[in-house]
């Protein structure tokens, strides 16, 4: 390095620990702030003293690290020490730190930030020096590459037990997680549970008298819930109000029941951890279809091991690994018929019998998924005749599911007398009750069923794409599909579009249940996009955004997790409020996100332009991969840039402000002259507002409670 160089160095360094200095004292001191005295104590021998110890320091890692780095990978040390300067930029974001101060709530919130800035810095310094090693020296990392070819190398078997293995230990933990933190059964999971019990303890499905003794006590707690009523979730039959059939179909029912047995010899979070992860195993058997069918596809051990774990591991898949509801199963079940069907790999008359069985199980898991299920048949018959010249062999695939058809309408008629599937969801149909139904389904809106549509993708409480966008480049990668495999094109959008059809044009949405529930079963077929995108993609920007989209996924199923009460964000037509909660905590007080972001709810959105910005830009995101044909070389200056950019966003959203949002409002008038503002979202979950100001707190834990007054207390 030049003199000037150092120089320049050495003075910015001086300035860094003087950032670094000022973060220690402040952080030190915060301990004993409070709201009416929050004033920095400054001691010109303490800060001297942090100030120096910091900058010496400083000098001898940058030193060091640069010796270290020039011997290894038989660099000049010049160079050496002018990376290490670059790559210790991040630092300056702490000469921020006394504009935290300026806006200060209570002590917590300001360390909080301050905690945040600190291990922002130090990740950006990181991913600095990491890009700057991969650049210069990636056949120096013999070890690592040792490691992972000890991997590689052993049998296929083995690998299959240990991602399995890996999987399963990852779902129950979060489980355990989500059932500490006091998660118990929502949405639609008491109803499948109580179906559960029945054909347990009854050996039927008929809920009548199950709901009159309140048998769904068998699985929550009644000291928790003694004033717990569960409404009626089902229609009456044929015979008569003493016989009450679930809407929700038995399949997942009887998957569940083995651990239902066993979960009834405990009690409290004991039995709910066993009932809430009973489902987890398909989510691990799903995510090793993935990886089979990658390795078999593209024969690239690290893509294939690349995608298992982003799409096992982050929304939707972590989520329903650990709830109970039937999209997994079915995501597991066509996934491997498709991969089966799919492959060049002989089919023994077995396979033919085993696979039309599989496919007809589909009728028993919710009458929704006839729209897979007839889709998928004609698919798979098609593949067998022409690619595995069935012929005879046909009549065995078509054996199961064709006796699965007439039983399931069978069951129908013995239940409500009636062969219209649409018995289930609405009881006895009568012809006046098929015309009223008729009448109604019609006389929805076009613009209501398109924006359903979107919402799947796009709303900021239950879409897709907010929640894991890794799922955006599955767009791209069904362009690759297109280019390589019209046919698989077309298989995949004749097996899915009828399915998300359906549910729009009924306009229907998903419930209390985590994000992307109606797009779950259908997630194999967009992580095979995102393969297609992993193994053809020549762009090395779109590379970047990608891996950067992945680790966005998994920070963003990793706070889901720290706060469970952020996954259940209904759009059915009683919310009426945008905000999605996770979006709401990403917010501070002086910067409220939502109204930044798509939303679809069941209100006029003719006029929300958000909405109008992110289509626009996801489509020329797509145009931009489909027509740009030069190469974008990614150079350090990028990362760099990119890392300022970054470290900027997140310390306006996370540092700079307290991170209480006043939102949402509900006004309390004690007289017609004095009213007051309680803000409902800090205080968490647990608490009721009366309307004199009394406030309920349901649960035994800390509230914070903000409110604010035009007039003066």
Request: with cysteine; aromatic share 22%; net charge positive.
């Amino acid at each position: 390095m030049k003199k000037n160089e150092i120089l320049l160095a050495l003075v910015s360094f001086f300035l860094f620990s003087a950032g670094i200095a000022f973060y220690l004292t402040l952080y030190f001191q915060s301990s004993h702030f409070s709201i009416l005295n929050h004033s920095l104590s400054f001691n010109p021998l303490i800060f001297s003293l942090f100030l120096l110890t910091v900058y010496l320091f400083f000098v001898l890692a940058w030193l060091l690290l640069a010796r270290w780095e020039a011997r290894f990978f038989g660099l000049n040390k010049s160079s050496c020490l002018w990376q290490g300067f670059l790559a210790s930029w991040p630092f300056s974001f702490f000469l921020l730190t006394p504009f935290c101060l300026q806006h200060y709530l209570t002590r917590e919130d300001l360390q909080a930030r301050l905690k945040f800035l600190a291990i922002a810095v130090l990740l950006a310094t990181i991913y600095l020096k990491l890009i700057e090693w991969n650049r210069i020296g990636k056949r120096k990392f013999y070890f690592l590459e040792k490691w992972e070819a000890r991997f590689f190398g052993i049998s296929l078997k083995k690998k299959l037990v240990i991602l399995f293995l890996v999987a399963f230990f990852i779902y129950n933990l979060c489980t355990f997680l989500l059932v500490s933190r006091g998660v118990s059964f929502s949405g639609d999971e008491p109803n499948y549970l109580l179906t559960t019990h029945s054909l347990l303890r009854d050996k039927d499905i008929n809920l009548a008298n199950n709901y009159a003794r309140r048998d769904y006590f068998s699985f929550y707690s009644r000291e928790e819930h003694p004033r717990l009523r569960l409404g009626i979730y089902g229609q009456y039959g044929r015979k008569g109000k003493s016989y009450i059939y679930p809407i929700n179909l038995p399949g997942i029912s009887v998957l569940i029941l083995p651990y239902y047995w066993v979960s009834q010899n405990f009690k409290g979070k004991i039995l709910t951890f066993i009932l809430k992860g009973s489902l987890s195993i398909w989510a691990v058997l799903l995510g090793l279809q993935l990886y089979l069918f990658a390795r078999e596809r593209w024969k690239r051990e690290r893509l294939s091991l690349a995608l298992w774990f982003l799409y096992s591991f982050s929304t939707p898949i972590l989520f329903y690994a650990i709830h109970l509801y039937p999209e997994i199963p079915l995501a597991f079940l066509s996934f491997y018929i498709w991969r089966k069907i799919s492959s060049p790999a002989h089919l023994s008359l077995f396979h033919y019998l085993f696979l039309g069985f599989l496919l007809s199980t589909f009728f028993w898991f919710g009458l929704k998924y006839n729209f897979i299920f007839w889709p998928l048949l004609g698919v798979s018959v098609f593949l067998l005749l022409k690619n595995h010249k069935a012929r005879g062999k046909i009549f065995f695939f078509l054996l199961f599911p064709f006796l699965s058809f007439f039983l399931f309408y069978y069951f129908i008629y013995s239940l409500y007398g009636t062969l219209s599937p649409i018995s289930v969801y609405e009881g006895i149909m009568t012809p006046e009750k098929t015309e009223a139904f008729k009448a109604a389904v019609l006389e929805l809106p076009l613009l209501s069923r398109i924006e359903t549509f979107l919402d799947y993708f796009l709303d900021q409480r239950d879409g897709l794409l907010l929640y894991s966008p890794i799922y955006l480049f599955t767009f791209l990668g069904f362009i690759e599909i297109f280019r390589r495999t019209k046919r698989d094109f077309a298989f995949f959008l004749l097996i899915s579009l009828p399915f998300l059809f359906n549910y729009a044009f009924f306009t229907h949405r998903q419930g209390y249940s985590p994000q992307a529930r109606i797009l779950t079963p259908l997630s194999w077929i967009a992580a095979i996009g995102i393969g297609y995108f992993l193994a053809y993609n020549q762009k090395k920007l779109y590379s970047f955004l990608f891996w950067f989209s992945g680790l966005v996924s998994l920070a963003f199923a990793f706070v889901l997790l720290r706060n469970p009460m952020f996954l259940y964000q209904p759009t059915t037509h009683e919310f009426t409020s945008r905000a999605g909660d996770f979006f709401i905590s990403l917010s501070n007080l002086h910067f409220f996100l939502p109204p930044f972001l798509p939303s679809f709810i069941k209100v006029k959105n003719i006029g929300y332009l958000p909405n109008y910005f992110w289509i626009l830009a996801i489509g020329a995101f797509i145009l931009f991969y489909i027509f740009v044909k030069g190469k974008i070389i990614l150079k350090y200056a990028f990362h760099l840039c990119f890392v300022f950019l970054l470290l900027g966003s997140l310390f306006y959203l996370r540092s700079l402000y307290p991170r209480t949002v006043l939102y949402p409002t509900q006004t309390v008038s004690y007289s017609p002259q004095k009213a007051m503002g309680f803000y409902l979202f800090p205080m968490g979950g647990g608490v009721v507002l009366k309307n004199l100001g009394e406030l309920y707190l349901h649960k035994e834990k800390s509230y914070k409670i903000l409110f604010s007054s035009k007039t003066k207390l």
